[in-house]
């Protein structure tokens, strides 16, 4: 990569290290780091929380709110890393409303491991709707400027791939 993107989306499905990976990005970066989790309105996160999967009605508005926040960043000269699943391409369209010039990490990693690291945690997203996670995930197209890391190696392996990838 020639220059280091300004706002970077590490996506992909619940439990695959987005927080992490993107919580040493920014740092690395001196970025904005912005958990995606964060911004779901409360109807959201109780659907989640009950074991209902999300639908894009549901996730549209919250998209749209990350959108305006990276916009805002954008405008008063902040470099951002945003943690989101950003499952879909027209998710990830969504986004790139704040900013087009976003760049995707995507941490990859089976359903095996995923869903042992999310038995393990203390997170509304119940081990449950990670099959309808891995359902709804598009991989990232040609057309979309992004990397691809490993998210089973260790996490200080797979954070410098991703520093590497954006640098």
């Known amino acids: 990569m020639t220059h280091t993107p300004r706002h970077i989306v590490v996506m992909g499905v ?3 290290g987005k927080s992490t990976i ?4 920014a740092d690395h970066l001196g970025a904005v ?14 659907k989640m929380s ?4 999300l639908s894009d009605e549901d996730r549209w508005p919250w998209l749209d709110i990350l959108a305006a926040e990276i916009a805002r960043r954008d405008a008063s000269g902040e470099r951002t890393v945003l943690a989101c699943s950003a499952l879909r391409h027209a998710y990830r369209d969504r986004l ?5 010039g976003l760049f995707f990490v995507h941490p990859v990693a ?3 491991t995923i869903h042992t690291r999310m038995q393990a945690r203390d997170h509304f997203m119940p081990p449950a709707l990670l099959t309808s996670q891995f359902d709804t995930l598009e991989e990232l197209r040609d057309d979309e400027p992004g990397q691809v890391v490993d998210a089973t190696a260790p996490p200080n392996v797979v954070i410098a791939e991703a520093i590497a990838a954006v640098d």
């Open 33 to 46: 780091f912005l958990e995606g989790d964060e911004f779901h309105p409360e109807a959201n996160v109780a």
């Open 22 to 25: 993107g919580a040493a990005l």
């Open 50 to 53: 009950a074991g209902t999967p």
């Open 96 to 100: 790139r409303a704040g900013s087009p």
């Open 110 to 112: 089976d359903y095996d």
């Open 14 to 16: 619940s439990g695959n």
